[in-house]
């Protein structure tokens, strides 16, 4: 081994010209072998901003760039593609997006100073557009009509495509709806998370100038978990790469588990075949899991029948056996798991952040949350509110975006009497109207003193402090000594939101806890400022949009507090604990019912979620499921997983077949009660969860 690498980590780093495929499985050390190919390449005469390398989230991005300024020895700063003196253009897909399209957006229309709606900006618009189609939400809800549109943009479909595409009524309504919803934000000089994707690609496609141009910044391209790529950025990064062919992939087709937000398995499977050079190697040396573990996530995965040949081994040794528990009933298997956790956190011998409860979906954490409540657990549901979501929050961000852009409708219209300053909903209604009438921005018809000096005179004072107030903060952001965390503690001071939070939250604790989010703002600017080479107001609005997702992470979380995880697969994926439960191994939760069908390709990925629950685990791992399960107030008898039956080795058992079809039949019939013969996961259970495994027979 060099370098602390093994062999066939040691083959990708040194492999540095043309297409390169590395096949990295579970644990295998992935991200050491992307930074120390890197470090080579500019080793080897390779201009670090030459390089680019694209993660899918800002934390891998971050990450990646602490782990290459190690390597060199010097400390590196976030930067833009042409900047002297920079290290490797390390970023996500979205945030590379957003610099190519801030260069050349007009080409396509858009003002370079475009806004990027979030999804709170995004619901806003879509309830108008629902309104003017006369759609209730009984029929489409906003959040419904946007996740249409956002899988037919993640699929390369424009709005002028999409009813040909369309299927059923809903569809059609979403449709029509498209259109609008598009035309709407382009309006107000806008796009959201897709448009930087559908928009890039688009660039590269209709103008091969700007294609050529941006593709000549790079000699090398590394892309990390590629199985995720959907059809915008396997294009956009195909048009980056096609000249110099210095490719590199990583990724792993088994843990392939976002088919729902347009990721495409084939992208991975398919790379030797669109790039017939390629170089393969596959690591599959695992150093987080246990053999014994490792046995389990091997025999699972095999049954899939699409995906490339690769059988992890364990670095480690054999530890112990996974277990697989039955309980009578939901209640049962969550008080059994909470009340197991408890006596060994009792010992000492573990800490609450080892453990982690994996689920399917977001209903089942319910019981747990509770019993852990009982227990006196600390615990940590994943996936709860995001930071940048808080509304303190989102009201002193669009503040900033109307001082960075005072086009933007949806933040003007949020903050315009946020906190009040005697502009009422009537004076609001007024200025919006005469804007859509003479189709300019609404900031621009508050300028205009002919129609201002017919508001009522509070609302007339509460337009001039608005607008000294922008005025006051722009000037602050063009003195070079003034700060942008100086220009966010000035807005907070002179809109007076600390006193805006005790006249509207009574409650001493959460008004605190609010005040805190203010501080939290203000120290997310500064550090912002430390780390960037040259900060400025517009790229700190687009990384807050770009990462704001991700604060509060589950990687996050689980460095902040000492915590159970209570997470779904989905979230897991990437992290890590010594001891996991995954629980609800049952058929319609996993594989969940909506992908019971005749389509073999959704079981297969229900099937790498499963692998991917299993491979979280370093040292012990728990699979259980009740016998019954409460369903519309009755309890109603389960069936195993057909994954408990094939990781074990038993996947020719009879129930296997027997439950799928009960399912389906439940399925059919609604929730309603049906007689179906009781499919036990192994010998007898108890509230108390015996040791069991899938039997044979009936």
């Not at 700063?77 to 007009?106: E, M, W, Y």
């Not at 489409?140 to 479909?157: C, E, Q, T, Y």
């Not at 940048?388 to 961000?397: A, Q």
């Not at 063009?478 to 965390?485: F, I």
Request: aromatic residues 6%; charged residues 30%.
């Amino acid at each position: 081994m060099s370098n602390g690498l093994n062999p066939e980590q040691q083959e990708a780093v040194q492999t540095l010209s043309g297409p390169l495929l590395v096949l990295a499985g579970a644990g295998s050390g992935k991200t050491r072998v992307v930074t120390f190919r890197i470090a080579n390449l500019i080793k080897h005469g390779t201009a670090p901003d030459r390089i680019l390398a694209v993660t899918f989230t800002n934390k891998a991005a971050r990450e990646m760039r602490e782990r290459i300024a190690h390597m060199s020895g010097k400390k590196t700063k976030s930067h833009r593609p042409g900047k002297p003196d920079g290290g490797p253009v390390v970023g996500t897909f979205h945030s590379n997006c957003v610099q190519i399209l801030r260069r050349h957006a007009k080409r396509l229309g858009y003002p370079d100073k475009f806004a990027i709606y979030d999804r709170s900006d995004q619901e806003s618009v879509a309830r108008d557009v629902l309104r003017q189609l006369r759609v209730h939400s009984g029929m489409m809800k906003p959040g419904d009509f946007l996740s249409h549109i956002s899988r037919w943009k993640n699929a390369g479909v424009r709005w002028q495509q999409a009813g040909e595409l369309a299927k059923t009524d809903v569809e059609h309504v979403a449709a029509s709806g498209y259109r609008r919803y598009q035309q709407a934000i382009k309006l107000v000089g806008a796009v959201d998370f897709d448009d930087l994707l559908l928009l890039t690609e688009e660039l590269f496609r209709e103008h091969e100038d700007i294609r050529l141009k941006e593709s000549g910044l790079y000699d090398h391209i590394l892309v990390d978990e590629y199985q995720d790529t959907n059809q915008s950025q396997y294009s956009i990064i195909e048009q980056l790469a096609k000249g110099h062919r210095n490719l590199c992939v990583v990724g792993d087709d088994d843990q392939s588990i976002y088919g729902w937000r347009g990721a495409e398995v084939q992208h991975i499977l398919n790379f030797k075949n669109d790039w017939p050079e390629a170089k393969v190697v596959r690591l599959e040396a695992n150093y987080r899991s246990s053999g014994a573990i490792l046995d389990f996530a091997n025999r699972l995965i095999a049954f899939n029948k699409v995906r490339h040949d690769k059988v992890l081994r364990a670095a480690r040794g054999a530890g112990k056996p996974p277990r697989i528990l039955q309980f009578k009933t939901e209640l049962d298997e969550a008080r059994g798991t909470v009340d197991e956790i408890a006596r060994i956190l009792d010992t000492r011998a573990r800490q609450p952040g080892d453990f982690a409860i994996l689920f399917r979906t977001n209903e089942q954490p319910r019981v747990f949350e509770m019993e852990l409540r009982r227990a006196k657990v600390p615990y940590s549901l994943v996936g709860s509110q995001s930071f940048f979501d808080r509304k303190e929050v989102r009201d002193l961000l669009a503040y900033l975006r109307i001082v960075d852009n005072s086009k933007d409708e949806v933040s003007l219209l949020r903050i315009i009497n946020t906190p009040q300053r005697g502009i009422g909903e009537k004076t609001i209604e007024n200025l919006l109207a005469a804007a859509v009438n003479r189709g300019i921005p609404m900031w621009e018809m508050m300028e205009d003193p002919a129609l201002i000096s017919t508001l009522p005179e509070p609302a007339k004072q509460g337009v001039a402090r608005i607008q000294s107030l922008v005025d006051r903060l722009k000037a602050m952001l063009a003195d070079e000594k003034s700060s942008m965390a100086d220009v966010m503690r000035q807005l907070i001071s002179s809109v007076d939101y600390m006193g805006y939070i005790d006249r509207t939250y009574p409650s001493p604790e959460e008004a605190q806890a609010r005040k805190d989010s203010l501080e939290e703002v203000v120290n997310a600017i500064a550090e912002y400022e430390t780390e960037n080479r040259d900060p400025n107001l517009s790229d700190f609005l687009d990384e807050v949009t770009l990462s704001g997702k991700e604060f509060g992470s589950p990687k996050e979380k689980q460095t902040q507090q000492n915590a159970v995880a209570l997470m779904t697969y989905h979230s897991a994926k990437g992290l890590e604990f010594p001891i996991v439960y995954m629980v609800g191994m049952e058929e319609g939760i996993l594989p969940h019912r909506r992908s019971i069908s005749d389509n073999v390709d959704d079981v297969e990925e229900e099937r790498r979620l499963c692998y991917v629950g299993v491979t979280r685990a370093q040292d012990e791992l728990t699979m259980s499921l009740p016998l019954t399960r409460k369903k519309w107030g009755k309890q109603r008898d389960t069936f195993a997983s057909r994954f408990l039956y094939e990781l074990t080795g038993q996947a020719d058992n009879p129930n296997r077949m027997k439950s799928i079809q009960g399912v389906r039949k439940e399925i059919k019939q609604g929730e309603a009660a049906a007689k179906r013969a009781k499919t036990k996961a192994g010998t007898a259970g108890t509230a108390g969860g015996k040791k069991a495994s899938p039997k044979r027979g009936s």
